[in-house]
């Protein structure tokens, strides 16, 4: 139970870290401000209606892997190619934002799931302060 634990506590900091410091670089990922802040909260929709489809799918395990590493790999390309390429830096910002609040909406499913019963309120508020503690250190990051 130890090692499930610190790997949702792990999953929930990296997650919320990554969302919300996509969320507040959207401003300078080229173009206009509020065009690009605008397609940073519209990008949230398809993820949700996609996170649906591939549940279905791929189980919560696989979607919450798949949706993980495609963020952070967009995450990644945009510090080797965001400087030589703009518009790369704003699909892959587009791109990693609808990854990590897919990833989200999914480690919410996944984490309620995992833990037993007797100490699933306290499990889950645990991986919600370490998802703050990441959100705090979003503009670090950035």
């Keep these: 139970l130890f090692i499930c634990t ?3 506590i ?3 900091f990296v997650n919320s870290a990554a969302y ?3 969320t507040l670089a959207a401003g300078s990922a080229g173009g206009g401000l509020y065009v690009t802040t605008a397609l940073s909260g519209a990008v949230e929709i398809p993820a949700y209606v996609l996170t649906n489809f591939l549940l279905s799918f791929w189980g ?5 892997s798949a949706f993980m590493l495609v963020g952070g790999l967009a995450c990644l390309v945009i510090q080797v190619l965001g400087g030589v390429l703009p518009f790369v830096s704003t699909t892959c910002a587009l791109m990693g934002k609808l990854c990590l609040a897919a990833s989200f909406a999914v480690v919410y499913i996944h984490s309620g799931e995992l833990f037993p019963t007797t100490i699933r309120n306290s499990a889950m508020g645990l991986v919600s302060v ?3 503690f990441g959100g705090i250190c979003a503009p ?3």
């Excluded at 919560?60 to 919450?64: G, H």
């Design 6 to 8: 610190s790997i949702q």
């Design 60 to 64: 919560r395990r696989k979607t919450l």
């Design 130 to 132: 370490a998802a703050r």
């Design 10 to 12: 792990y999953s929930w």
């Design 140 to 142: 670090f990051i950035v």
């Design 20 to 22: 919300y410091g996509l």
